[in-house]
Nanobody, 118 residues
């Protein structure tokens, strides 16, 4: 399975962006899906995701500003980001994984840069 993350760019504070994570085949309902980000000089952190077909959870830092949605027909998960702040500047990654149930897997997208200017 390949994951393609896209939609990053440069935006002013208060603006919006929508990231996409497209899988090469249907997999999101069979796995745990997560959006992560890695700010400059910092470690990668989880920001949002869902397990199988359950509801989505969000990190406190993005709750109320970011929304995850899914288009099963397109094998795509979106991350709608609103009211962006300079501290949201990071490389954003998507991930799908499954552990404890065979077959296990762990796939990452290549990352997409989001830069928020003040």
């Amino acid at each position: 399975v390949q994951l393609q993350a896209s939609g990053g760019g440069l935006v002013q504070a208060g603006g919006s962006l929508r990231l996409s994570c497209t899988a090469s085949r249907s997999i999101f309902s069979l796995s745990t899906m997560g959006w992560y980000r890695q700010p400059p000089g910092m470690q990668r952190e989880w920001i949002a995701g869902f397990a199988f077909a359950s509801s989505t959870n969000y990190a406190d830092s993005v709750k109320g500003r970011f929304t995850v949605s899914r288009d099963n027909a397109k094998n795509t998960v979106y991350l709608q980001m609103t009211n962006l702040r300079p501290e949201d500047t990071a490389i954003y990654y998507c991930n799908v994984h499954r552990r404890g149930v065979q077959p296990e897997f762990d796939y990452w997208g290549q990352g997409t840069q989001v830069t928020v200017s003040s």
